[in-house]
C-alpha cells in the first residue's frame, strides 16, 4: 500500500507540473486503491474488508462535466474462522473452514461532475457489465472452487480535486457499490462497497 501510494504521488507531481495539457476533453485515464467492504450475501463468507484491491478505467471526456468509458477492477477477499464441528451427509466434521473469494468487474460507464469549477468538485456516476468470480471453500485439507461470469450493476459518488485549472488532472476520493448477483452456495449476491482514493489524469 505504501509502495502505491508513493506512485500515485509521483504521478500527481509530474502531471501538475505539465502545464502544457490544457485541453478539456479527449481520453483519460483513471487509477485507483479500492478497499473492498462485503455487504448483505457477500458477508455470510466474508466479513473482514479487502485491502487488495484497484480499479482503473479509459474514460473520454465529452466536455469538462460528462465522461463515458471502460473500466476494470479487482478485490480479493480471504477469510479464515476457527476450528468447528461441522455436519454433512456422512456424519460429523471438525475442520477450520477458509473462504477465499476475488471479483474482477469489467463494466462500461458514465461520469457526471457535478461543478464546473470550484477546489472540491462532486461526481456520481454509474455502470454495467459482467463481473469474472473466483469463489473457493476450503474445509480442512479439502476445497470447493468454481468460477463464474455474471453481470454486475455499480453505483459511485465522490469528488474530483483538481491539480491545475489548465487540465482534468485531479485527486479522486469516492465510493462505490457493486451489485453482484451469485446464485452458488445458498447465496444470491457478492454486493460490496468500495473506498476508492486515487488519480485522474489525461492521455493527450
Known amino acids: 500500500m505504501k509502495s502505491l501510494s508513493k506512485f500515485i504521488i509521483v504521478i500527481a507531481v509530474v502531471l501538475f507540473a505539465n502545464n502544457s495539457l490544457k485541453a478539456q476533453n479527449g481520453l483519460e485515464m483513471n487509477v485507483n486503491y479500492n478497499v473492498g467492504l462485503p455487504t448483505t450475501g457477500l458477508k455470510d463468507y466474508i466479513t473482514k474488508p479487502s485491502f487488495r484491491g484497484f480499479t482503473g478505467s479509459l474514460d473520454y471526456a465529452i466536455n ?117 448477483p451469485f446464485n452458488e452456495f445458498g447465496t444470491n449476491n457478492l454486493n460490496a462497497w468500495g473506498i476508492q482514493a486515487g488519480i485522474r489524469f489525461p492521455l493527450h
Open 64 to 180: 469538462s462535466q460528462l465522461r463515458v468509458g471502460l473500466g476494470i477492477g479487482f478485490n480479493d477477499y480471504y477469510q479464515k474462522y476457527p476450528r468447528q464441528v461441522y455436519n454433512n451427509n456422512d456424519g460429523a466434521i471438525s475442520a477450520v473452514i477458509r473462504n477465499s473469494i476475488q471479483q474482477t468487474p469489467l463494466t462500461a460507464h458514465i461520469n457526471y461532475t457535478i461543478t464546473k469549477t470550484g477546489f472540491i468538485r462532486p461526481y456520481v456516476g454509474a455502470g454495467a457489465g459482467v463481473n469474472f468470480i473466483s469463489f473457493d471453500q476450503y474445509l480442512g485439507e479439502f476445497d470447493n472452487p468454481t468460477t463464474k461470469t455474471k453481470a454486475i450493476a455499480q453505483g459511485e459518488a465522490g469528488v474530483f480535486i483538481p491539480l491545475s485549472r489548465y487540465s482534468s488532472t485531479a485527486v479522486k476520493i469516492g465510493g462505490t457499490y457493486n451489485f453482484a
